[in-house]
């Protein structure tokens, strides 16, 4: 089962493209961006074996798989406020972002570039 909405779309895709026009958005905006596309990757790929971390805005598990309850997750993918946002709307390709070290990556199932970018999220 997906996770429940907290972000309205509504708000969320308002934010997103006034990230897309502008990266350097206040903080209230930055986080409805981060968190409205931290919701939809969730609702994409519902699931609790990889954890997905942009502090201190927000998180979320997703994909299908074995379920971690307790402690740090074994699959866990952190960034970055603008790194996740360019590479969940494909300013930014997940590899690349990955191998310069602006995506911290653990975890054999923590690659995301198959759920990347999030297509139809405006």
Known sequence: MPPR????????????A??????????????????????????????????????????VQCIEGTVHRRGTPPNVVETDAQTWLAVATGRLDWDIAWESGR???SGTRADLAAYLPLAGVL
């Open 5 to 16: 909405r907290r972000t309205p779309v509504p708000a969320g895709r308002a934010a997103l």
């Open 103 to 105: 995506l911290q990556v």
């Open 18 to 59: 006034a990230w897309l026009e502008t990266p350097d958005l206040g903080r209230e905006e930055l986080a409805t961006a981060v968190r409205y596309t931290l919701e939809e990757l969730g609702q994409r790929a519902p699931g609790r074996s990889v954890e997905v971390r942009v502090p201190p805005f927000g998180a």
